[in-house]
């Protein structure tokens, strides 16, 4: 089945304690990304990859840090988390068709 | 960013009611496409347009690609309780191979 799986679902951390989240496709698809989903704002880009090694900003890339050295993988790295980051974290690749497939989410509170 | 102007913001209908929302841009678009997200769960594609003033429906849901390139629309018909969510526009631009700019979104309640 073809799917985005983001890891883990939910995540209750401190300010200041790195944390990694995970983002894996099945689709070989080239482009992923991922965004933040706060109430009222809609999905804001943190950072995007077109390609293995190619990563760039989105609107809201302070405080995150990406990296993409396989073409399947694209984990989202808060290396010290702060209370502004509380969000809902979306996952997504995209096929050539501009269709982009989202993971079911990851909802971090940061304390 | 830029973002689409997605209107409206939130709707409160009976069910069985029909429901229409919109997107707007400032600039020409070559692909729309419409998502909804269930609470909880991450958006998906509903309906998919690529070819100005193209008319598309999925089931009891229609949504045109604007004969200007700048605008598209949904419909939902005789809604039912499980409509209720969050409904997103995305447009993707004339330059663009893959970014999406999105709407803010329009949420769904239905009176009971």
């Known amino acids: 089945e073809a799917q985005v799986t983001q890891n883990p679902r939910y995540l209750i951390t401190v300010t200041g304690k790195k944390l990694t989240v995970t983002c894996s496709q099945n689709m070989n698809h080239e482009y992923m990304s991922w965004y933040r989903q706060d109430p009222g704002l809609g999905l804001r880009q943190i950072y995007y990859?077109?390609?293995?090694?190619?990563?760039d900003k989105g609107d809201v890339p302070e405080g995150y840090k990406v990296s993409r050295k396989e073409k399947r993988n694209f984990p989202l790295i808060l290396e010290s988390p702060s209370p502004n980051q509380t969000s809902l974290y979306f996952c997504?690749?995209?096929?050539?068709?501009?269709?982009?497939?989202f993971g079911a989410g990851t909802r971090l509170s940061v304390l | 960013g830029q973002q689409l102007n997605q209107s409206p913001q939130s709707m409160f209908i009976q069910e069985g009611e029909d429901v229409s929302m919109n997107c707007t841009s400032s600039s020409i678009f070559n692909t729309w496409l419409w998502y909804k997200q269930d609470p909880g769960e991450g958006p998906v594609l509903l309906i998919a347009l690529y070819k100005a003033g193209e008319l598309t429906s999925n089931g009891r849901l229609t949504a045109q690609f604007g004969i200007t390139r700048k605008d598209s629309f949904l419909n939902i018909s005789a809604s039912i309780p499980s409509d209720v969510g969050i409904y997103f526009c995305?447009?993707?631009?004339?330059?663009?191979?893959?970014?999406?700019?999105w709407g803010a979104g329009t949420k769904l309640i239905i009176k009971p």
């Open positions: 997504a690749s995209s096929s050539i068709l501009g269709i982009q497939y």
């Open positions: 990859s077109m390609n293995v090694e190619v990563t």
């Open positions: 995305a447009g993707r631009g004339m330059d663009s191979n893959y970014q999406l700019i």
